[in-house]
């Protein structure tokens, strides 16, 4: 079992190999800070700099951080297991959109 020092470790170790995808991605292509995708896990509309397609399921830059930390830490077994495990979360993203896309048609 790891310690919360190692946890913590593995989780900063990601969140900076994440955060420089993404630069790096943007670096190579400028355009791809501002073209959106829907993240197969949040559900929301990202940019597609430091996302990562994994199988049939592209994740936007803040989801493969979770991701990929879920499997460094064991908590999850592969992306399948990952989208269940974000389904709450995606529920409510798609929700909020339709409650904001009401109030648009109704002002």
């Not at 955060?19 to 501002?34: C, G, H, R, T, V």
């Not at 430091?50 to 979770?66: A, Q």
């Amino acid at each position: 079992m790891k310690s919360n020092q190692d946890k913590e470790k593995i989780i900063k170790d990601m969140q900076e190999v994440v955060y420089q995808m993404k630069i790096d991605d943007i670096e190579e292509n400028p355009d791809s800070e501002f073209e959106l995708f829907t993240c197969s896990s949040c559900a929301a509309d990202k940019s597609l700099a430091g996302s990562i397609l994994y199988g049939k399921y592209r994740l936007c830059n803040d989801c493969v951080l979770m991701y990929e930390t879920a499997c460094k830490l064991s908590k999850v077994k592969d992306i399948e297991d990952f989208i269940r495990h974000t389904e709450d979360l995606r529920l409510q993203n798609m929700c909020d959109f339709i409650k904001q896309d009401t109030q648009k048609e109704n002002n």
